[in-house]
């Protein structure tokens, strides 16, 4: 069965770091976008950041560029998010979610509609 684990969450102070992980198993098909998206209380699910697997670009959200990375490790089939110079807006629910692609040079986009994986979610609060 198809399955996404996200784990790392905390609570740090604005200006720290947090790693989050999102353990995928039983993808088949490697041909796959991953995404990070992220839900504060009372509003909407937000996206954060994605990436091809199979060619490695990426994309970000306006609100994290130059300060978060993602990236992935296809052996472990696992992807990261490297989150630098926290602010406490970046509090929220962090989820870890998936879909297949087409071709490789296809590009991956943050609609949460069209991922149809996800995961449980981690909690990341920044305290000011």
């Known amino acids: 069965q198809e399955q996404l684990v996200e784990s790392g969450g905390g609570s740090v102070q604005a200006g720290g770091s947090l790693r989050l992980s999102c353990d995928a198993s039983g993808f088949a098909n490697s041909a796959v976008f991953t995404a990070w998206f992220r839900q504060a209380p009372g509003k909407g699910r937000e996206g954060v950041a994605c990436i091809n697997a199979g060619s490695g670009t990426t994309f970000y959200g306006d609100s994290v560029k130059g300060r978060f990375t993602i990236s992935r490790d296809n052996a472990k089939d696992t992807v990261y998010l490297q989150m630098n110079s926290l602010k406490p807006e970046d509090t929220a629910m962090y989820y870890c979610?998936?879909?297949?692609?087409?071709?490789?040079?296809?590009?991956?986009?943050?609609?949460?509609?069209?991922?149809?994986?996800w995961g449980q979610g981690t909690q990341v609060t920044v305290s000011s």
């Open positions: 979610a998936r879909v297949l692609y087409q071709y490789i040079w296809d590009r991956c986009g943050l609609t949460n509609g069209a991922y149809n994986h």
